[in-house]
């Protein structure tokens, strides 16, 4: 079932992305010819009006075909003035800008959402995994004040949670890090309990899940209460972060360690698989960041990705007249060179991941 959520998910992300061209296609009175899900062969269509509508064969994105989009195109009289060439810069702007505008606005709107329900850790122990080196000496409800004699006093609560995770990570095996061996040495925990301050100790175990040691424990959480503004704000947030690691990944696309991170279809359909099994809030996370990412990548100025349908409408008002079509297929090429290396990038990890160990989300 989960993979059928991953297929509908993308599938929603490329329809609202043509549907935004679509949409301002049709409001800037330009002439759509075709508007499909996936790529051709076709598999079933109907024609309403102008427009024919339909289902590709091949589930790697979709198209809206306008009128005219070939500047060099010879058109009817009737239709030549409805051509996209045919229309003023900012109308071809803002058709071509939809699309990626849509997946950002909806990738902003989801975390938005999500923000306004969020909840936030504490430092309160949760749950105790039944087994675990916690189980023998924490109990829900303990208040977890320092590890290893450190209380991170001047940290914010998410930095110094995750500096106790570090700390406790520090504690590693004696041999091979194999899932279940226990550290070479014990961490030493100071937690309140009852209003009394105790100091505990327990030896982590490696958990290959992770990647990490870990005492086998999870902490409370507590109803954020962000408000309008602040789940706005923190979704901005998101959106910034995303967006600097997007543009910091392909600047730095020849980096390999960079190159690990790029992942193909088949790559984040597997992780996406793996997410929806923790929840929604997690699933539609993901959604938001790939959607965001979609409309990210889809404006680098790089022909025939969006963003180079839009840098060469813009160098067109600036010189005055149109580019040549021939030119703008001979800088293309390095868009298309661009796409195919991604492509094979992304083919090569996600190879590495299906033979290997996997995203071990898990």
């Not at 990944?249 to 923790?278: C, M, Y």
């Not at 990548?297 to 180079?308: A, C, K, R, T």
Request: net charge positive; aromatic share 8%; proline share 6%.
């Amino acid at each position: 079932m989960s993979w059928v959520l991953v297929f509908l998910g993308f599938s929603l992300l490329i329809i609202l992305h043509e549907l935004g061209h679509f949409v301002a296609a049709k409001a800037t009175g330009m002439r759509v010819e075709r508007f499909f899900l996936f790529f051709p062969p076709k598999l079933v269509s109907v024609k309403r009006g102008e427009t024919e509508y339909g289902i590709g064969a091949i589930p790697a994105g979709g198209f809206v075909k306008i009128t005219g989009m070939n500047p060099d195109e010879e058109l009817p009289p009737e239709i030549e003035g409805r051509g996209y060439y045919h229309q003023p810069v900012w109308k071809r702007v803002v058709v071509i800008g939809a699309g990626p505008a849509v997946n950002i606005v909806l990738a902003f709107l989801i975390l938005f959402v999500l923000a306004l329900g969020a909840s936030d850790v504490n430092q309160r122990v949760g749950e105790v995994v039944p087994g675990s080196p916690a189980a023998a000496v924490l109990k829900p409800g303990d208040r977890i004040l320092a590890v290893d004699g450190n209380s991170h006093p001047n940290a914010d609560r998410p930095t110094r949670l995750t500096r106790f995770a570090r700390r406790v990570a520090s504690h590693e095996c004696a041999g091979k890090q194999v899932d279940g061996c226990r550290a070479a040495t014990p961490v030493t925990l100071r937690v309140r309990r009852d209003g009394r301050v105790r100091t505990i100790s327990a030896r982590p175990v490696y958990d290959t899940a992770i990647g990490r040691t870990r005492v086998g424990f999870s902490y409370g959480q507590v109803p954020a209460d962000l408000g309008v503004g602040g789940s706005a704000e923190r979704a901005a947030d998101v959106l910034w972060l995303v967006t600097s690691r997007t543009v910091t990944v392909f600047a730095n696309i020849l980096d390999p360690e960079r190159r690990k991170q790029v992942s193909g279809i088949v790559g984040v359909s597997d992780f996406a698989h793996q997410t929806i099994a923790f929840g929604a809030r997690e699933a539609l996370t993901l959604l938001a960041v790939v959607s965001l990412s979609l409309g990210l990548i889809n404006l680098f100025p790089f022909l025939p990705l969006d963003g180079g349908h839009i840098f060469w409408s813009l160098v067109e008002k600036v010189r005055g007249h149109p580019v040549s079509f021939r030119v703008m297929e001979r800088a293309g090429a390095i868009g298309f060179v661009l796409v195919i290396m991604l492509f094979f990038i992304g083919l090569s990890n996600d190879i590495g991941r299906l033979t290997g160990d996997g995203f071990n989300v898990r």
